[in-house]
Each structure stands twice: as C-alpha cells, then as structure tokens.
C-alpha cells in the first residue's frame, strides 16, 4: 500500500497489526461451561472459513472437537442467536445438542456419531436457541421460533431424541433461558411483550413439569410488582433459583427458596456493581451458584470488568485475571473463564480465587517481536454532559516500541460509537483497537448515555433521547479531549456500526469537529427503519424515539438522512448486502444524498461482517479512506 504521508507521521506508523492477523488467525471463544472435569466451549475459526464448533477439554488437557467437521454451529433466532447448543455428559463422554447455522434444525452429537432430530426442511421455517439438556431426561428444552405470513411466533419446546417436540408455553411475543432445576421438577423462564426490550420489562416464571404427557404445571410470576428487567434465571445444587434483577436500580442478584408453599424472594446486598448483562444474546451467564451459598458473579463498574463473590453475607473482589464470562467451577474447586485482559488478546484460563491461573488456548499468538509497549491500554475518561450528570469513555493513547510522536506533534483521534445502542465498550482488549493505535492514531470508545455497566437510570438516560444524547456524549468527549491537549483537533474522525452508525452521521450533520466518518451497516432512516426491520427490535425505537406512526416528526428529525445536506466532509458507508437487521437500502439512500462519499458493499454478508477477506478489506479501506481524507487536508509541515 502506498503511504501518502511520511511513515513517521502519527496514523501512518509501522504496524505489527495487520488485517491476516485480525481476520485470518485469531480464534473467537464464547459460552464456556463446565461439567466435573470437563470444559466446553463455542470456538469460531476463520482459518475454516469462520466455521463454529463445540470443543471439549478433558481433564488432562486433551482437547477434543466435538462435531463433525462438515457441521457449523449457531442459529438465527432473533437474527442475533446465541444458544445454538448445550453439552452433557452420557456414560462419561459429552453429548452435544445443537443447531446449524447453514442448514438449521436440531442435531444430537455423540461418540457414536452425528444424527439430526428435526430439519429445517419443514414449512413453515423453524429456528431454535437457548438449548438446555433435559436434566431427567433424553432430550432438550429450548426456545422455537416459527416463521410463516407475518412475524414469527416464539413458544417454549421439548424435544426428545426421537425428534419428538412438544410445546409447553407459547403466547407470548418473546421467551429466553428455559432452565430445568437439577432434579428435572421444575422449569424456570423468562419472557417479554412488545414494545418492551429484555432490558427494560421481563418477566421471570417457574412451573413444575409434569411428566404424563410432559406438560407444566401452574406457572408463578416471580417477577415482584417494580417492572423491571428480570433475566438469567439458573439453579443452584439445593434447589434455589438465582436471577439478576434491576428493580433495584441496577442488575443485582436475587435468589428464589421455596417454603414447601410459595417462593421467597431475597435480594443481595448491593455489589457496587452491575451484574448483569443486556440481553442481545442468548447464552449469557453473569452467576455461578457455588456451595454454601455463595455466588460468584461477573460485575461492571464504571464500565470495567472484575469478579465478585459473595459469602459470609457480604462482597468481596476476587482476583482472577479478566473474564468476559463469570468463571465456572470445576469438581476440582478450580474455576475456568475466557480470560480478556487490556494487554493480551483473549485466551482460555484455569485457576483460582486467589490470582494463580494459567491462560491455556489463546486466541492468537503475537509475534515474539511484540513488547508491551506496542499495545495501547484503556484509561477511564469521565466527562459532563448537556444534562449536567456525567458520562464516560475509554481513552487510548497510540502504542508502538519504534515508532513515537514527532516534537509538537498531536494524534489524530478515531471516535468510536458502540451499537445497539443497548450496549457497551468493553475495556477488554481488542483488535479493532488496537488496528488504531498502532498507527499513530489515539480512540476514544465512547460509553455514552445509554449504555449498559451504568445501572438503568444511564441506561435509560436515552430514553426518546436517541441521536441526541449520544451524539451530545460524543462531541463532548472529543472536545473535552481538545481541550486538554490530547489530540489533533483537524485530524479527527468517527465511526460506528449499526446503531452507531446513526450516532456517527449525527454528530457530522451536527458539529465540524470531525474531518470524516465511517459508517459500518449503520442506520440512516429511522422511519425505514421502524417498517423494515426484524421482530426482535420491531418496537425497540418506541423507547429510544417514541411509539411509531405517532411519533412521525420526531423519526423525520433524528434521521440522518433528513440533515444530509448538513455533512460537508467525506463519509465511507461499508454494509452487507444480505443485512436483515439494517437493510442496505439505508446506506443507499444515504449514499445518494452525500457529495464526499463512497459505499462499498460486500453481497453475502449480513448485520456484521464475519468472513475473513471481507474483514481484512474492511480495515484497509477504512483506513486507506483516513489517509486520503488527512492527506488532502494536510499541513505543509508534516
């Protein structure tokens, strides 16, 4: 690639992160469990074509793949998935219950061999998530989603290895986490209605199962009489059902006894933390009931990551190490978690309570060249907001053992907006950072009104507030960082994905402080938006902007493509041509009202991009697009 620039110059130094190494050898891991000795884990492999599998750790520290290599695991359920399998071990060797991303249905995986229970052949179309074994029986509770005319239909289902499938709750808009308590009497549950989010009003059920004809029994509301988001229901070994709630004000633990006659609610003590997280996923875990009745539990505070544990009725932090998922217990006493430090990238780890602990899988390997200068670590950044509270962010300075700063010489600034925007930036560290940083460019990951670690009051800070308040966030956090010196103010740019990706067009129609943005299948049209987009966020915008057609004006105003005339520097719009989430007619259409713009679309892939050339191109366009946008606006003097 030709550099338009010295290479010396801040955003065009050396760098050891290339787009192979993003795209082309780091591993993915998610949802790791544990059964006595055993680990499993979901482990996406872009070196087979961003194939998922289920991979087994024995106790010797055998790893063994445990579906067969033509099948790929996940589900569509709510466009988003998650939950796509569940593991158990059947005469001492796992069993593995699972969906295929490609051609769907359920699948049962074992030693002696793979078979399907249900295809996906079937009309109408039906999707599975949230996969849990039946723990008295031989087959599985999850939840279904039915596609025919009009929106799909959730309900809750059995199936046994048979294919067999039985509903057991239906009528409702959304259902998650059906979990059998470890004897099999049980079922707990959550579920919702439109226009309510899962982070904004669930409500938790649990019902005996009867097993003639394998139906529920009466089910009991748990949720309490404070509208909250009540999530994650699990089970511990004396029969107590734990959950988190934010009645409260924030996602705590509460843990349900039953007397022998009705269910007793008990809340923990306030952890200083959320512990919680919003449900965009299925699959999510935050608790692991231990004995005694202690819980470990995952918290944020101030958007930061650690581990508590309560015991002896109060909390403590426990170190171990940085796990993006509560750690979960072995029958050794050992714990096991995805380990995601601000200085590594992400690996499996095993240890203690006490800070002894051993990353064994990593993601990546860095070159051995790689110090520990070459790697940019987060600071907390706080800064006021319009609404005089207080909004935060994660600031990075460039990172590089070879290359440095020139005498005077500022940063230029990437600005990133998370999407959702029910969601967060993660402290965790990152190649989409980290690409940044070692080039000479400085990021900002904005956290900004809305975003979840806050406890709901900021969460709900957006609240008909979208594309105001987080743009708001935005500029201020860019400014606050002019002002103290940190950054170029002409080489500043911003991008974001999806949601962000409105946030990124709205704080250019808004302010001059941004030489140019990228838009990463971002929303453009929110009227569009709300006609077009699948069940799962259908009502989503009634709390971010208002109830729709009602609120017309309102969508008309925060679009972006209503102020396009108002963007007068160059904007990069990247989006899949098969997105279901955000179609791509909103970056066209936006595209054809900007004079400085370019979209670049890549056919096949949907609401993110997974596959590893569209990955490595993304990255190198964006960043050639930064160049040529600093170059042409360059001081003669660099």
Known sequence: MTELCPPHVAGNWPSWVGPELVAGRTLSFSELRTIEDWVFWQETRPEEQGRTVIVGRRHDGTLVDLI??????????????????????????????????????????????????????????????????????????????????????????????????????????????????????????????????????????????????????????????????????????????????????????????????????????EAGAEIGLPHWVFGQRTLTPLPDGQLLALGIREGLTGVLLFADGH?????????????????????????APENAP?????????????????????????????????????????????????????ASSTSHLKEGEKPPLVVMAHGGPTGRADSGFAFKVQWWTSRGFAVLDVNYRGSTGFG??????????????????????????????????????????????????????????????ASLYGVTDLRALAAETHKFEARYLDGLIGPYPEKEAVYLERSPLTHAEKISVPVLFLHGGADKVVPLAQAEAMRTKLAQSDLHVYPDEGHGFRAREVVEDALERELRFYRTVFATSADPAL
């Open 68 to 269: 067969p290599p033509e099948r790929t695991v996940g589900t569509r359920v709510h466009e988003y998935g998650g939950g796509a399998w569940d593991v158990r071990l059947k005469n001492g060797y796992p069993e593995v219950v699972f969906s295929d991303r490609k051609v769907g249905g359920l699948w049962f995986s074992n030693r002696e061999g793979t078979f399907q229970a249900l295809s996906d052949d079937r009309a109408p179309e039906m999707r599975y998530a949230d996969l849990t074994w039946d723990t008295a029986g031989d087959g599985v509770f999850c939840v279904r989603e039915t596609h025919d005319e009009g929106l799909p239909t959730a309900a809750l289902v059995h199936v046994s290895h048979s294919g067999q499938e039985t509903v057991l709750v239906d009528g409702a808009d959304f259902y998650a986490a059906p979990r059998p308590s470890l004897d099999g009497a049980s079922l707990a549950w959550f579920s919702w209605q439109n226009p309510e989010m899962p982070w904004t009003v669930t409500r938790l059920y649990v019902a005996p199962i009867d097993r003639t004809g394998l139906k529920l029994g009466r089910a009991t509301d748990l949720s309490g009489q404070t509208p909250c988001s009540i999530i994650e229901p699990r089970w511990g070994a004396d029969g107590s059902l734990y959950a988190t709630s934010d009645a409260q004000g924030c996602w705590t633990p509460v843990k349900f006894v039953h007397d022998q006659t009705e269910w007793k609610k008990q809340f923990f003590p």
């Open 346 to 398: 992400p690996a499996l780890a095993i240890g203690d309570m006490d800070g002894n602990f051993e990353r064994f899988r990593p993601s990546v390997v860095l070159p051995d060249t790689i110090t520990s200068d070459d790697i940019a670590k987060p600071s907390l950044f706080s800064f006021p907001t319009a609404d005089g509270s207080k909004a935060y962010a994660l600031f990075y300075e460039p």
């Open 315 to 339: 909390w403590k932090t426990v170190q171990m190490g940085a796990p993006v998922n509560v750690p979960e217990r072995l029958s050794n006493g050992q714990f096991v978690w995805i380990d």
């Open 456 to 517: 709901r009051k900021y969460r709900e800070a957006l609240n008909e507030q979208w594309g105001v308040a987080d743009v708001e966030d935005c500029l201020t956090g860019v400014q606050s960082l002019i002002e103290q010196g940190l950054v170029d103010p002409a080489r500043c740019v911003i991008r974001g994905s999806s949601a962000g990706g409105l946030t990124v067009l709205s704080a250019l129609a808004q302010s001059d402080l941004f030489a140019a943005g």
